[in-house]
């Protein structure tokens, strides 16, 4: 049975051959530890240099207009799908990722609006961007801000998705995706606090941007599609470890005729579309289902997820993806560990096909080594019929 199929199976909740692996992984560290080459210099790896970053301060929009992260983040995620199909990945989740600005030398922006600070990880490598805060405070500074590359982006991202499709479709299942959902792209530009003031005084307005990214949105469901992608992976953190961000009902009410309109799209194009959100979303279980999710990935265990007890509280209505715990597991632990994870996690949400096993998410942590007895572990104990 090749990668197209055992995975396709899984999603439609029949028992493949074994039990197929998805990797979020999107790491420096990983990636050229998997393809055996020195991580490449990015560009900010020389804003250390006190001269330099005093210069990138002053010049950062010209670096910008001349694409000075571009490369290096296409580049990457290029190399990213390599490195998930050398280790034998069955799915891989690609991203588009041609989103950041300079700011200066120690912050980036997005096109959307959100603010960054530029991170290593412990080895040197550019760590993914983190969030600091949005740039907007009030509704005229949403309207205010130029959208130009928001608006272009659906088109680059079709055009990046029918490249990967062509040099690595053949060799893994590829799930397109975009990096912010709806509820992700209401809150984060605005800033937490700022978005629940402007949901509770200026819901009218409100309404409004999540029209504007629903529509918005539906072209990135076409940019995946319309490249011949079998699947979407749809990232929306709603939750907690301790619970969702919001109200499930009111997520219901502000999101889900706009979340159904997009997980609509996806079926109608013939693509499966899967809702990754970390945290602990049991709560949101009956409203993925409600809104058409066809799978839910990250199954989160440091944020008390059972994935035994999700399965009995969705059942088959929902594929499980992801779930391996990267904060010790996949990072640390030994291989009695990893197989007893692996082994634990088939056993609960194994029978009848539904579940993809892979990393919860992403970490510069995570080694290879325990990714590849993760995938001896799978060998070992998840193939059906089970017989654990």
């Known amino acids: 049975m090749n990668k197209h199929e055992r995975v396709k199976m899984a999603l439609e909740h029949k028992e493949p051959d074994k039990v197929p692996t998805i990797s979020p992984m999107d790491v420096q560290k990983y990636v050229y530890d998997v393809l055996e080459t020195p991580v490449p210099d990015n560009i900010t790896k020389y804003f250390k240099n006190p001269f330099?970053?005093?210069?990138?301060?002053?010049?950062?929009?010209?670096?910008?207009?001349?694409?000075?992260?571009?490369?290096?983040?296409?580049?990457?995620?290029?190399?990213?799908?390599?490195?998930?199909?050398?280790?034998?990945?069955?799915?891989?989740?690609?991203?588009?990722?041609n989103i950041f600005r300079l700011k200066d030398s120690t912050c980036m922006t997005d096109i959307f609006g959100r603010i960054y600070k530029i991170v290593e990880d412990r080895w040197g490598n550019m760590e993914t961007p983190s969030y600091i805060d949005g740039m907007f405070k009030t509704p005229?500074?949403?309207?205010?801000?130029?959208?130009?590359?928001?608006?272009?982006?659906?088109?680059?991202?079709?055009?990046?998705?029918?490249?990967?499709?062509?040099?690595?479709?053949?060799?893994?299942y590829l799930f397109g995706s975009h990096l912010f959902g709806l509820f992700e792209q209401a809150w984060q530009p605005f800033g937490f606090p700022t978005?629940?003031?402007?949901?509770?005084?200026?819901?009218?307005?409100?309404?409004?941007?999540?029209?504007?990214?629903?529509?918005?949105?539906?072209?990135?469901?076409?940019?995946?599609?319309?490249?011949?992608?079998?699947?979407?992976?749809?990232?929306?953190?709603?939750?907690?470890?301790?619970?969702?961000?919001?109200?499930?009902?009111?997520?219901?009410?502000?999101?889900?005729?706009?979340?159904?309109?997009?997980?609509?799209?996806?079926?109608?194009?013939?693509?499966?579309?899967?809702?990754?959100?970390?945290?602990?979303?049991?709560?949101?279980?009956?409203?993925?289902?409600?809104?058409?999710?066809?799978?839910?990935?990250?199954?989160?265990?440091?944020?008390?997820?059972?994935?035994?007890?999700?399965?009995?509280?969705?059942?088959?209505?929902?594929?499980?993806?992801?779930?391996?715990?990267?904060?010790?597991?996949?990072s640390y632990g030994t291989r009695e560990d990893v197989f007893e994870n692996v082994k634990d996690s088939i056993k609960k949400a194994g029978e009848g096909g539904g579940l993809i096993l892979g990393p919860t998410n992403s970490h510069s942590d995570i080694r290879v080594q325990n990714l590849r007895w993760m995938m001896e572990a799978i060998d070992e104990f998840g193939r059906y019929p089970l017989s654990l």
């Open 52 to 97: 330099i970053s005093k210069i990138v301060d002053i010049t950062a929009p010209i670096l910008n207009k001349i694409g000075g992260l571009e490369k290096d983040f296409r580049n990457f995620f290029v190399n990213k799908m390599a490195a998930d199909v050398k280790m034998g990945f069955d799915a891989s989740w690609n991203i588009y990722a």
């Open 140 to 172: 005229e500074d949403f309207k205010r801000f130029k959208k130009k590359e928001w608006e272009a982006h659906p088109e680059m991202m079709y055009k990046f998705n029918v490249y990967i499709k062509e040099r690595f479709g053949n060799d893994i």
């Open 195 to 330: 978005f629940a003031r402007l949901i509770m005084k200026e819901r009218g307005f409100m309404e409004e941007v999540i029209e504007y990214n629903k529509q918005w949105y539906l072209k990135c469901v076409d940019a995946s599609a319309d490249a011949g992608l079998p699947g979407i992976i749809y990232s929306d953190d709603m939750a907690f470890k301790s619970g969702p961000m919001l109200n499930p009902k009111m997520m219901d009410d502000l999101f889900g005729d706009a979340l159904r309109e997009i997980t609509g799209r996806a079926h109608k194009k013939g693509v499966k579309i899967v809702i990754h959100s970390c945290g602990n979303n049991k709560l949101l279980l009956p409203y993925f289902i409600s809104w058409g999710f066809d799978g839910h990935h990250a199954l989160e265990p440091t944020a008390g997820v059972d994935i035994g007890e999700f399965r009995k509280e969705a059942g088959h209505k929902l594929s499980f993806l992801g779930h391996l715990d990267i904060a010790h597991v996949l």
